[in-house]
């Protein structure tokens, strides 16, 4: 026999402050940046309901496991299993094959209530890549479902080893979680964000209001108080948070005491904030919250798929308008019919329905995945982009390493011919170095010479030193490479890579905000906070001691950085048969570089120095290429991929005279389809 509560209409107002303040959030609507702590709000509600029902029932003596789970299954799967299939449907339209594999391996991890440990594998809540998961919100639906795992038991042996006795064990699971989440915020961001141990505290603070507060409620001032500061502390959360807020952890109170305090208020009697969050379209959008919070995240990325770019927030209130519209639908007919005493579907249909669409769901996951994301969809024009952008895959397995490692050697491996009988010449630098490299190692082999490539990603080709009061590993491998280059004065030629502009200018370009390896704020023992100059000085340095060393020094110039992932927009176009330009214009490609061109020119003077610059070949006076032929000449938004790279090659003809002539013919500056 299952318990009904009394309703509290000012619930399902508090749902619709959570649900809008995500929904607003995710489309970017300006003021809502916090708006992400919505599901730390849905967090607090769904704790005190549930553990409202199993108390009552385990006082009666009616709990039992399989109710308890028949509740859950027709609350959470009618509409999420709707959701999933729509959205795998779409995907199989919309989606290039590697994000539709993706898509599917996501949908596999939802059905086992898995989604948080899938997406904690791969990437961070508020990286830019989150725009390419269409079912990453299912990652708190997979929390709550593990928490009620755990969380029943736990009554249940309090009220048959503590007399019923459940405020102590409750609230000790809410401190212990609520320090792992502290403690894992401060050193593992990403698992306190994502994993149940870390927010179960958020949700043992509605089941600690359900078994503490009910018994002791507010009355008059106090609750007219209490309601108001909790509003107050979620508004302040939505507003003035950030992806940049150190969240979880401490600044996650403000929202979660906020949702309890607003709880608390509303039991056993009425406030100014409960009468507000009781008006009808309030709780008509709290009745529809968890339909339009499954419905909005999908149609929001997908929009921004299709568009290729992101949302206008007019555009991304459409997409909203439209979430909500299909919201109503899905719980006026999706689940309304399951929900309740009198529902029509019984308890043995109901479960074997589930069993069936979970198995249908696992099925169309596993088939697409193992398919690769079902490629006979896309013709040979969009393979070749999709191959063009797996090729950034493999550039970042061949040239990352753990920087912090100190007995790394200083050449990560050789080059050219290895016939050759000594190696003469080293390629140094970051990925845009291991970009190039094969293309010098083919150069190198028609020359007859055998060299090294040293280090790899995330590592310029230069020496702060101690004037930038800075340690880290890219340091101490630099000065291992300088010193083992020094040393041996058969390696006659130094070649300097690396996408210079990133760690000049601190930070990525366009829509890439990642900021460079070394702290934007670092200074040196002058005072100065001039990165570029900064730099510069490294650079000057670094070359001087190689010069000093007897060694001629290379110098390849930066490539125009474009702002997109240009083989995937390039792909997804083409399926869709868009026209797009992203062609980066040349004026913003000499503003992005000017201290680095300042600084290559400066050097490029001095004797043993030489400058190759990519951009020549790339570039007319207008506009710089990212295609050439219906083939990607980048393997992402700044990496050139092999193509690109066989295009640019001639530039190292002055590095291996002999294999000019087998190279590919020079040419004038690329003109940009």
């Not at 029902?53 to 009618?78: A, D, N, W």
């Not at 290729?308 to 006026?332: D, H, I, K, N």
């Not at 010193?483 to 070649?495: E, F, G, H, R």
């Amino acid at each position: 026999m299952s318990v009904e509560l009394t309703y509290r209409r000012d619930i399902d107002g508090l749902r619709a402050i959570a649900v809008l303040a995500v929904a607003f959030e995710h489309a970017r609507i300006p003021g809502f940046s916090g708006g992400f702590v919505g599901v730390d709000v849905f967090f607090v509600i769904s704790g005190y309901l549930i553990t409202q029902i199993l108390t009552r029932e385990l006082e009666r003596g009616s709990f039992s496991v399989l109710g308890f789970y028949e509740r859950r299954i027709r609350r959470i799967f009618p509409a999420l299993f709707a959701v999933l299939l729509a959205t795998l449907a779409i995907g199989c339209w919309l989606l290039l094959p590697h994000d539709l594999a993706e898509l599917a391996r996501s949908a596999v991890a939802t059905t086992f209530f898995s989604a948080n440990f899938f997406y904690f594998a791969q990437t961070g809540y508020f990286d830019d890549t989150s725009w390419s998961k269409p079912l990453l919100h299912t990652w708190s639906l997979a929390v709550e479902e593990q928490f009620y795992i755990v969380f029943p038991a736990l009554l249940l042996l309090a009220r048959r080893r503590l007399g019923g006795r459940y405020l102590a064990p409750t609230l000790a699971t809410v401190i212990v979680s609520f320090v792992l989440c502290a403690v894992g915020t401060q050193n593992y961001r990403d698992a306190a964000f994502y994993l149940a141990p870390m927010r179960a505290w958020e949700l043992g603070l509605g089941c600690l209001i359900a078994v503490g507060a009910e018994r002791v409620p507010l009355r008059g001032a106090a609750r007219e108080a209490a309601a108001l500061l909790g509003l107050a502390g979620i508004a302040y959360a939505v507003f003035h948070y950030s992806e940049r807020t150190h969240f979880p952890g401490f600044t996650t109170l403000p929202p979660v005491v906020g949702a309890a305090l607003i709880v608390w208020a509303g039991i056993g009697g009425s406030s100014a904030v409960g009468r507000a969050l009781s008006t009808p379209p309030a709780v008509f959008v709290g009745l529809i919250s968890y339909s339009l919070y499954l419905w909005h995240w999908p149609l929001l990325v997908y929009a921004t798929y299709y568009t290729l770019r992101p949302l206008t927030p007019w555009e991304a209130s459409a997409v909203l308008v439209v979430s909500a519209a299909l919201a109503t639908v899905s719980w006026r007919y999706v689940e309304r019919p399951f929900r309740g005493s009198r529902s029509p579907i019984r308890t043995r249909p109901l479960f074997a329905a589930a069993a069936a669409v979970s198995a249908v769901t696992v099925a169309l996951g596993v088939g697409i995945a193992a398919s690769g994301g079902l490629p006979r969809r896309i013709d040979e024009r969009v393979s070749r982009y999709v191959e063009t952008r797996a090729e950034r895959d493999s550039l970042t397995a061949r040239c990352s390493r753990d920087k912090s490692a100190p007995t790394h050697e200083p050449f990560e491996r050789e080059l050219g011919d290895a016939h050759a009988a000594e190696p003469s010449f080293v390629v140094w630098g970051d990925s845009h170095a291991c970009m190039f490299s094969e293309e010098i190692g083919a150069l190198a082999k028609r020359d007859g010479r055998r060299g090294y490539f040293a280090w790899g990603g995330g590592c310029p080709p230069m020496l702060l030193g101690p004037e930038a009061n800075l340690r880290d590993g890219c340091e101490a491998a630099g000065e291992r490479v300088l010193a083992a280059v020094s040393a041996d004065a058969k390696l006659t030629d130094v070649v300097l890579i690396a996408r210079w502009a990133y760690y000049f200018e601190g930070a990525g370009y366009g829509r890439e905000q990642v900021p460079a390896p070394w702290p934007a704020s670092f200074r040196d023992e002058h005072g100065s906070a001039d990165r570029a100059q900064l730099l510069a000085r490294a650079l000057d340095r670094t070359v001087a001691q190689l010069v000093s060393a007897k060694k001629r020094v290379w110098i390849v110039g930066p490539v125009p950085e474009v702002g997109w992932d240009v083989p995937s927009v390039l792909a997804r176009a083409s399926l869709h048969g868009w026209s797009v330009d992203i062609d980066p214009r040349a004026s913003d490609f000499f503003a992005r570089q000017r201290a680095v061109l300042e600084t290559l020119d400066r050097l490029a003077a001095q004797p043993d120095v030489h400058v190759l610059y990519p951009h020549p070949r790339l570039c007319s006076a207008t506009i710089c290429a990212v295609e050439r032929d219906g083939t990607a000449l980048y393997s992402d938004d700044d990496h050139v991929s092999r193509a690109g790279a066989e295009w640019l090659a001639p530039i190292f003809e002055p590095l291996f005279p002999s294999a000019a002539s087998g190279s590919a013919p020079r040419a004038e500056a690329l003109t940009a389809p």
